[in-house]
């Protein structure tokens, strides 16, 4: 239940909730016809057709798949940049909604689809208010979060050119619907893959003493990098190494492999920490494989880095859910998730904040198969988007005071 009273809300806000038809038509819509990174052909399709229903220029393919839309007062100012992502990810929906996916394998598992509704429905609100504004909104469409870095085509085509700033949400589990929350500095952390191919010596199970056997020597390796996050970081850093594949050739009950590859993803929450758990790694690995006579390949491929708010822009964010949902709707995100986003790339180069807005307590959770984006938040999200960037063009100072330092991330 909402624990704010939806009939307080401002013209703005009930123009959003009068809207809501529309806007569940367009994200059930999305949500049954979900599309993998670089593939949302018929997503930007769907959008870039209402878009232009509702008389607006669109701009296609921008990063690939993407779509950006800016709404221009007409009055000198500055330019504020929302953001939505359209991806979905490959899971196989297990929800039975009538508007599940009909694309098998494919599900919207993380909510894009409803924060693709959100953006639209912050376009229609403000087409036609731009006398309540001076300067430019640019709305971006953005293919491929996940996993990607859509951002970065968005990016090198120039989305950014000219911005000031950029506000983008995600819905959260966990959070009541109804309240929202941000924080400065590091809201996300960054997130790196890691490959490490042990390689030993393979030979009949029966004799395990002719072999180096990478197997066992894989079990230690997963069971010492555990340590990495409990005994080699400040426990005030949040750290987290996870092994999450393991592959020792054909399947056998009598073959001691070559080799074992092992995959996974570490992260950390400062450029210092990812620094430091990628040494202790790669000191690990090492040690163990020469105690066993065995040898190493360690590949680490670098994702997306820390999602750095910064303070003014974080301050818009706060403000206006302080205004619009209250004071006690206003969630302290305490600590940096260990999630990781591609917004990042976006505040490595303009200022801006990135929120959370709750899809409720009992939501299941983000990249699960019964997971569905919550209509309920869709007004809610809407408006908060809407007046962090009206209040940035009218409040903020120059971009000039805002600067961005690219050597800390």
């Not at 367009?26 to 949302?40: D, K, M, T, Y």
């Amino acid at each position: 239940m909402l624990s704010f009273d939806l009939s307080k809300f401002s013209v703005m806000e009930r123009a959003f909730t009068d809207l809501m038809p529309t806007l569940i038509g367009i994200r059930q819509h999305l949500h049954a016809h979900p599309e993998l990174a670089f593939q949302e052909n018929d997503t930007a399709a769907h959008l870039t057709e209402q878009l232009h229903k509702w008389g607006l220029e669109v701009t296609t393919n921008v990063g690939q798949t993407g779509l950006t839309v800016t709404l221009d007062s007409g009055k000198p100012g500055k330019t504020v940049a929302l953001r939505a992502d359209m991806d979905a990810l490959p899971i196989t929906e297990e929800t039975q909604l009538p508007y599940a996916s009909k694309n098998p394998g494919i599900m919207h598992a993380c909510g894009h689809d409803g924060h693709c509704a959100t953006l639209m429905g912050v376009i229609h609100v403000l087409k036609d208010r731009r006398t309540a504004f001076k300067g430019k909104i640019k709305c971006i469409f953005q293919p491929a979060e996940e996993g990607l870095a859509g951002a970065l085509r968005m990016i090198e085509d120039g989305v950014l050119e000219g911005v000031d700033a950029i506000f983008g949400y995600h819905n959260m589990p966990g959070i009541a619907i109804g309240q929202a929350g941000s924080r400065v500095g590091c809201l996300l952390a960054s997130m790196s893959s890691f490959t490490l191919k042990i390689m030993g010596k393979g030979g009949h199970a029966a004799y395990p003493h002719t072999t180096v056997d990478p197997i066992v020597i894989s079990a230690q390796v997963i069971a010492a990098l555990q340590t990495i996050a409990s005994r080699f970081t400040s426990p005030t850093e949040p750290v987290v190494v996870s092994v999450t594949h393991m592959d020792s050739g054909p399947r056998s009950f009598n073959i001691i492999p070559n080799s074992v590859t092992l995959n996974g993803t570490l992260r950390a929450t400062s450029p210092t920490t990812k620094r430091a758990v990628i040494h202790h790694l790669r000191s690990m690995v090492a040690g163990i494989c020469s105690a066993h006579r065995a040898k190493a390949d360690v590949h680490i491929s670098d994702g997306y880095p820390c999602t750095l708010n910064t303070a003014d822009e974080t301050a818009i964010v706060c403000d206006v859910i302080r205004d619009t949902l209250g004071a006690d709707n206003l969630v302290e995100i305490a600590a940096p998730h260990l999630a990781a986003e591609d917004f990042s790339f976006y505040l490595q180069r303009v200022p801006g904040c990135f929120f959370f807005v709750g899809n409720g307590e009992n939501s299941s959770g983000l990249h699960t198969s019964n997971y569905n984006f919550a209509d309920a938040i869709l007004p809610i999200a809407g408006t908060l988007m809407c007046k962090a960037a009206l209040k940035y063009l009218e409040d903020s100072p120059s971009a000039s005071a805002h600067p961005v330092n690219l050597s800390a991330q």
